[in-house]
């Protein structure tokens, strides 16, 4: 199992802004696409006095189910311009783990779920 993990930052006046986005409209268009592979997402936010940093998890299978989510150079990051427009910084490339311990797989039988108000952790 890959998780992939990738940082943006906002101002604190965009911090809601960029989390209901996410919530909303990204994390539920990423579960649309019912990519074979894929596991599901977790999402942190740590406040830190000027900025907001969120910290995206994600699960996949294999790096085969990477690269169909983020095109044929895995590792570049995957921002919609929605997002781009409150985001102060992000990183450009995600970093890719190989899972060792802990994550929680579910069958591919039962797709990821969004609810409008908050994002799902993988598990």
């Given amino acids: 199992m890959i998780s992939r993990v990738w940082h943006g930052w906002t101002t604190p006046e965009n ?3 960029y989390q209901r986005l996410l919530v909303t409209t990204i994390l539920p268009g990423i579960a649309a696409r019912r990519i074979a ?6 999402l942190d936010r740590r406040d830190a006095g000027d900025e907001v940093e969120f910290v995206t998890t994600m ?3 294999s790096e085969a ?4 989510f983020a095109g044929p150079d895995a590792m570049v990051s995957v921002v919609p311009a929605a997002a781009r427009a409150v985001l102060a910084r992000f990183d450009e490339h995600a970093a890719h783990y190989t899972v060792v311990a802990g994550g929680c797989p579910r069958p591919a039988s039962e ?4 609810p409008a108000t908050q ?3 993988p598990c």
């Avoid at 592979?37 to 977790?42: F, I």
């Avoid at 189910?65 to 169909?68: D, G, L, P, T």
């Fill in 37 to 42: 592979g894929y596991l599901g997402v977790r």
């Fill in 111 to 114: 797709p990821e779920l969004y």
């Fill in 119 to 121: 994002p799902q952790a």
């Fill in 59 to 61: 699960l996949f299978e």
């Fill in 65 to 68: 189910a990477v690269s169909e």
């Fill in 15 to 17: 911090a809601e802004a």
